[in-house]
Each structure stands twice: as structure tokens, then as C-alpha cells.
């Protein structure tokens, strides 16, 4: 299985500079647990990093920074780590691994962003893979005993 099958190609972007109740509300209004930060720079849409759900709880809840004050770029982690698409899920596994990351960006062939896959993304694919392997297993033994 490959990282093109399971990713999600509408990402949601927040500028650096936007506050942590901002991050908050457009996770919140657009279902996602993670935004790609971009620079202040009008139209440039340039990454610098990614926040997340979690980022803003530990990062800033948690060290008493102020919602409406604080800002993205206080508890973003920079940078980003990526895998091309058609990449093999077990590549995506092993850079979120080496990352100690739950989402991950893929690029296209020429760098430009496809989307981003999470973790929750992978093992949802795969259980839909094993629940398939079972259904095969379920009906082998059902072809079998109808032979008795």
C-alpha cells in the first residue's frame, strides 16, 4: 500500500504569526488536528513548520500562554518531514518513527505539497487491509465446513 492511497490532499494553512486561539478555532471549524504554518508574507504561502493539536496543549496551555495573545509560531514545531508520493506506507511509518511524529507531508515529484497522511490515516487503511485478510479467512473455514 502506498501513501497516495490513504493521504489527505486538502491541507489547512495558518501564517505564523495568528494566535494560539486562532490555530484552535480553525482546527476546530475545519475537523483537522493539525495545520501547516506558512510565513507572514502576503501570497507567498512559504512552509516554515506545522502545529498541532497537541502543540498547543503542551506548548502552550500547559506553560500558561495566553490563547489570545500568544502566538503559532511560539509552539509550532519548524520545519516539516515529507515523503513523495507513491512512497510505500512502511517508509511513512519509518520517517514518523525516526521524527517521533503522528503526521507527515507528502510531496509531489517536482516538491510541490500532495497532501499530508497521519498515523490515524495509516492504521485505519490497515485495518480495512486486515478486516480483509479475516473476511478470507472467515470464508475458507465457511467453504470448508460446508464440505462436512
Partial sequence: MKVDTVLTPAVVRIERSATLAEAAGMMRDRHVGALLVTD???????????????????????EDLAPRAASVSQVMTAGTASVPLGAPLSDALATMRSHGIRRLLVTQHDGRLA??????????A?????????????SELEREMARS
Fill in 115 to 124: 497532501g499530508i497522511v497521519s498515523l490515524d490515516d495509516i492504521v485505519d
Fill in 40 to 62: 507572514d508574507i502576503p501570497h507567498t504561502q512559504r512552509l516554515v513548520g506545522i502545529v498541532t493539536d497537541r502543540d498547543i496543549v503542551l506548548k502552550g496551555v500547559a
Fill in 126 to 138: 490497515l485495518g480495512h487491509e486486515f478486516a480483509g485478510l479475516a473476511g478470507i479467512l472467515r
